[in-house]
């Protein structure tokens, strides 16, 4: 099963694509290629098979990353009203212009029991002041976003 929405590595490290950025922030606030579960329930990037010419002109097949499959960021800091994050915690559509997973649909999970309304509210309010990745902007050690 495909589960391009269900991928958010919110582990604790330094991200891969950029050492300033947790993997967390990174997963939250950026673009992602979607991912699958292969046959032994590992995540790994949905690919597609595409023709290319070898050396010689004749057609091989390769794997490459499907660019259908990209995921957009979860997060936005345009403020809470266009977060997807905030849409599947409450499951209620808002601006994120993604739209929430149908009650009918097999892979539906309800997330809106998940957090309390205090823990909504902070994450909320973080994302509406901008969700700054740091919080002392006079650090000289301050990544810069």
């Known amino acids: 099963d495909r589960v391009a929405d269900a991928q958010l590595d919110l582990t604790d490290g330094i991200s891969d694509q950029n050492g300033d950025h947790s993997k967390s922030y990174r997963e939250l606030f950026f673009g992602d290629q979607g991912e699958e579960l292969d046959g032994t329930g590992a995540l790994v990037n949905i690919q597609i098979q595409v023709p290319l010419l070898d050396g010689n002109g004749n057609p091989v097949f390769v794997f490459v990353d499907d660019p259908a499959a990209a995921v957009?960021?979860?997060?936005?800091?345009?403020?809470?009203?266009?977060?997807?994050?905030?849409?599947?915690?409450?499951?209620?559509?808002?601006?994120?212009?993604?739209?929430?997973?149908?009650?009918?649909?097999?892979?539906?999970?309800?997330?809106?029991?998940?957090?309390?309304?205090?823990?909504?509210?902070?994450?909320?309010?973080?994302?509406?002041?901008?969700?700054?990745?740091?919080?002392?902007?006079?650090?000289?050690?301050?990544?810069?976003?």
Not at 120 to 140: C, H, R, T, V, Y
Request: no cysteine; aromatic share 8%.
């Open 72 to 145: 957009s960021p979860t997060m936005s800091v345009n403020g809470a009203r266009s977060s997807y994050f905030i849409e599947k915690l409450t499951e209620t559509e808002l601006d994120a212009g993604r739209a929430l997973t149908l009650v009918t649909d097999p892979n539906y999970v309800d997330h809106s029991a998940m957090l309390t309304g205090v823990e909504l509210k902070m994450i909320s309010e973080w994302l509406d002041i901008g969700a700054q990745n740091f919080n002392d902007p006079f650090d000289p050690a301050a990544p810069q976003n």
